[in-house]
């Protein structure tokens, strides 16, 4: 099977391509990546023998015409991920989260490709923390930020496609994800870093704010399930039932690396920011049999903080372009509950 991965040098393609060269010898993976300032060759370092890289843009039609014709099934992660950038310059997430969905969207429409489009669960908008719900697969798209509306639009295009000219597509939208190779604007790997680097970490807001937590790795075998026996057309919700407050995140990436848990800021609140997130995954567990492995999310954190304490080389030299964009975006301290 030939797997086009795009975005494959980004946090969750690169785990994706890391557990497919693992598990699946049987898989020939071909990654597409412009590398934009959240790429890095480096993730794919490890299995790069094993691998063909193409540097390029999925915006580039005959670049990715080409690509597309020589593959089996196209699994679409590029995008654009960062809520906090798209609050600043929503450009790139429009150009490249639909202009480059419908890209390879009317590629395997004439290839009649495979296509697996990856999502996320912030299309559903937000629940308040008293509410009993979830996110299911048939709640009503509602997204808040620039970031989101594009990934919403972005589905709205492979399910238009699906319908109207019978591409061969499913997808899935899946909660906050944490693992390897994440890039340290993330909120995880962002308070890490800050904690290695002697700085405290930064809580937006008043810190109650919901994400429910999937290991990376538990997302790409997900992944795998749905590309094996997923239906097409049909959309699969990717959680493992991880909900946990910012704060208590924080205090526990501090109680791990052996800090104070108070010792962080409270600082700006995001504009909109969505309060609570939460997965309901009952259709992927019972039609397709997938089970997360990582069920411990303390213990997966702990996994967490070791690769980022084990790989600084990996992403120091990022940190202090990464805080100067925070510093420029006006990010300040707070007293949550005071006026500003
Ligand atoms: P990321 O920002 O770490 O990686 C994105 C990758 O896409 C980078 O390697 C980048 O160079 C590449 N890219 C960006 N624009 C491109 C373009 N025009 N052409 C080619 N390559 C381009 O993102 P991530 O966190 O790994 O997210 C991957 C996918 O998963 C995204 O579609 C995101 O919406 C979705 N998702 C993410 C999460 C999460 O928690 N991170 C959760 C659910 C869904
Ligand atoms: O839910 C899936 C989404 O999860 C993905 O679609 C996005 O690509 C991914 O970035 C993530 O979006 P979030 O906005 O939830 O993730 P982020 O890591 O930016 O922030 C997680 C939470 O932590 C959010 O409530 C904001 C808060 N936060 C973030 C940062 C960077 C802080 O409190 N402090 C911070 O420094």
Same mark, same amino acid.
């Given at each position: ?51 063909? $890289? =193409? *540097?390029?843009? %999925? ?8 690509? /597309?014709?020589a593959? !089996? &099934?196209?699994v @679409? ?15 790139? $997430? =429009? *150009?490249?989260? %639909? ?8 590629? /395997?429409?004439?290839? !009649? &490709?495979?296509? @697996? ?55 899935s ?31 937006y807001g ?69 309060r ?11 039609e ?45 301290k ?7």
């Amino acid at each position: 099977m030939r797997v086009l991965v795009t975005g494959g040098a980004g946090f969750i393609g690169a785990n994706f391509v890391h557990q497919t060269v693992r598990e699946r010898p049987d898989v020939q993976v071909t990654v597409l990546d412009s590398l934009t300032y959240a790429g890095n060759r480096a993730s794919l370092g490890p299995v790069a023998d094993r691998i063909d $890289f =193409v *540097h390029g843009d %999925i915006t580039n039609a005959d670049l990715v015409d080409g690509l /597309v014709a020589a593959s !089996d &099934v196209v699994v @679409h992660f590029a995008a654009e991920s960062h809520n906090d950038n798209s609050l600043g310059d929503p450009w790139p $997430f =429009v *150009h490249t989260n %639909i202009v480059g969905t419908y890209t390879l969207l009317e590629s /395997v429409r004439k290839h !009649d &490709v495979r296509y @697996h489009h990856i999502s996320t669960d912030e299309v559903y908008g937000d629940l308040e923390l008293d509410d009993p719900a979830r996110f299911s697969e048939s709640t009503a798209y509602n997204p808040s930020s620039p970031y989101s509306s594009t990934k919403a639009s972005s589905d709205m295009l492979v399910r238009a496609w699906t319908r109207s000219f019978g591409v061969r597509a499913t997808l899935s939208n899946c909660s906050n994800n944490y693992g390897p190779y994440q890039h340290i604007e993330k909120f995880i790997p962002r308070q890490i870093t800050n904690v290695l680097s002697g700085i405290k970490p930064k809580l937006y807001g008043d810190g109650r704010n919901v994400r429910d937590w999937i290991h990376v790795d538990d997302h790409n075998s997900a992944v795998w399930a749905i590309i094996d026996g997923g239906e097409i057309g049909h959309t699969y919700l990717i959680g493992a039932d991880g909900e946990v407050d910012n704060r208590t995140v924080v205090e526990s990436v501090l109680e791990v690396l052996g800090e104070n848990p108070d010792a962080f800021d409270f600082v700006t609140d995001r504009p909109g920011h969505d309060r609570r997130y939460a997965i309901d995954s009952t259709r992927l567990r019972t039609e397709l049999g997938w089970e997360p492995r990582y069920r411990d999310f303390r213990s997966g954190l702990e996994a967490t903080v070791d690769w980022y304490r084990s790989n600084e080389s990996w992403w120091r030299d990022r940190k202090e372009a990464t805080e100067k964009k925070y510093a420029a975006a006006g990010e300040a301290k707070t007293t949550p509950g005071k006026a500003t």
